[in-house]
């Protein structure tokens, strides 16, 4: 491979080309003369469109094909949502960099609609998470669900055709689009925490190859990483796969890092929540006692039921 070219796997979805074209843009600034190439590629889980997400199954729906793209060297590293992002890797390649974090949270869509509380009785709330499904369902047992599926434009589109009252999605994705006026309101953490990994950037590359670690480098964001990392190792202690009612959100106050986190029944019958506190440099291990905790106190039974069913 040529010394100044880095090839950037990437789906095709808009949101996944704004964050490829980030990427690239912040290592031409960053390296200049470095060429920088996009892979644009579609997965699995952007061709089948008509399944709801947790129906379909198998992990990194949306990544197989951009590792093997990196494997078989036709691309150098692959940009993900952070959330999206399967735990394990496959043998060779790994997660090198997680950029800064946009706004973490949920936000609420409505054409009509200011927030949730505003719904009236039996609105119907378009959202495929069942995250998001366990924390609103738990506030408002009245709102009625529809699965929602497609890329943020699909889904916005969905909304204006009159198909749901209102839809959830996450803040990050509509403020990359330029789509932030779009959102209602901005869901508190308090409200419906985020999923493990929201808002943030990873990037995945040949854990052997030196040449492109180093040019990544710069683009590492120190805090992020630690609440993401303290985020992902209570999902993994968890078991959780990316479709699981698990929330995760970690914020750093100077060296203390505070992760609250929750495991739910789909239809929020039931939730059990609770928060570690400690230095940030044991995010990982912080991550692992409150899924511990969470484990202990009954997550392990509603996770069984949800994998299960
Ligand atoms: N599951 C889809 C997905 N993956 C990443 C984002 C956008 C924001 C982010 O980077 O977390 C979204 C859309 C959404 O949940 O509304």
């Known amino acids: 491979m040529s010394e100044n070219i880095i090839r950037i796997a990437t789906r095709k979805s808009p949101l996944a080309m704004w964050q490829a074209e ?29 399944t709801p997400l947790a129906k379909i199954g198998g992990k990194g ?37 997680i950029c800064e974090r946009e706004d973490p949270r949920d936000a609420f ?33 009245d709102l009625v669900i529809k699965d929602l599926r497609g890329n943020v434009g699909t889904r916005l589109a969905k909304l204006d055709s009159g198909d749901y009252d209102a839809i959830i999605l996450a803040a990050a994705g509509l403020i990359r689009l330029k789509l932030k006026e779009r959102i209602a309101s901005f869901i508190s953490a308090e409200e419906s925490l985020p999923a ?10 040949r854990i052997n190859d030196e040449r492109v670690k180093a040019l990544l480098a710069p ?51 039931e939730i059990i929540s609770g928060m570690v506190s400690g230095s940030k440099v044991d995010a990982i291990a912080l991550g692992e006692s409150l899924a511990e905790d969470l484990l202990s106190r009954g997550a392990k039974t509603i996770l069984d039921a949800v994998y299960a069913s």
């Open 196 to 205: 493990n990994g929201q808002g943030a950037v990873g990037i995945e590359c």
């Open 61 to 97: 729906l949306f990544v197989k094909e951009l590792e093997v793209a990196m494997l078989e060297n036709r691309a150098d590293i692959a940009v993900h949502s952070m959330k999206d992002l399967p735990i394990d890797f496959p043998e060779g390649l790994g997660l090198q960099i």
């Open 109 to 141: 869509v409505s054409n009509n609609y200011k927030s949730i509380s505003e719904l009236p009785q039996g609105a119907v709330v378009g959202t495929s998470s069942l995250r998001r499904q366990c924390q609103i369902r738990a506030a408002r047992p």
């Open 22 to 50: 980030f990427v690239k843009a912040e290592l031409e600034r960053i390296h200049p003369g470095l060429i920088v190439e996009l892979l644009p590629m579609s997965t699995k889980g952007d061709v089948i469109l008509d």
């Open 219 to 269: 683009l590492e964001h120190v805090e992020t990483r630690y609440r993401v990392l303290a985020e992902r190792a209570m999902n993994t202690r968890l078991e959780g796969g990316c479709q699981v009612p698990i929330g995760a959100f970690a914020e750093i106050n100077g060296d203390n890092l505070t992760l609250r986190g929750l495991v739910g029944n789909p239809d929020g019958s």
